[in-house]
């Protein structure tokens, strides 16, 4: 069965970087759209970014915008999520999730596969 496996996250102070990264089992990611949503204890899990299934286009929350850099590299069938000038807020698990020629959806009811997720904690 298909599954998408995220990796990198950790503890880092604030101001800090992190880069995660997202590699499925069973799954070609070459026509698959790529997101990253977040999830903090007893929020709602919300949008992160998204890059298309072709790599040229990207798309991001305002609250990560100019921080936060989605890549691809269908090659080794992988989504990456370089996170810079982190904050205590930004402190989430945070998932990958997959969307057949996705074209940079926001919404996780179009997402079709997940991950299990990564924790990512912040410390001011």
């Known amino acids: 069965q298909a599954r998408l496996v995220e990796s990198g996250g950790g503890l880092v102070q604030a101001g800090g970087s992190l880069r995660l990264s997202c590699a499925p089992s069973?799954?070609?990611?070459?026509?698959?759209?790529m997101g990253w949503f977040r999830q903090a204890p007893g929020k709602e899990r919300d949008f992160v970014g998204a890059i298309n299934w072709s790599g040229d286009r990207t798309c991001y929350a305002d609250s990560v915008k100019g921080r936060f850099t989605i890549s691809r590299e269908n090659t080794k069938n992988a989504v990456y999520l370089q996170m810079n000038s982190l904050n205590p807020e930004d402190t989430a698990v945070y998932y990958c999730a997959a969307d057949l020629y996705g074209t940079c959806s926001t919404s996780a009811y179009e997402y079709e596969y997940w991950g299990q997720g990564t924790q990512v904690t912040v410390s001011s």
């Open positions: 069973g799954l070609t990611l070459s026509r698959y759209g």
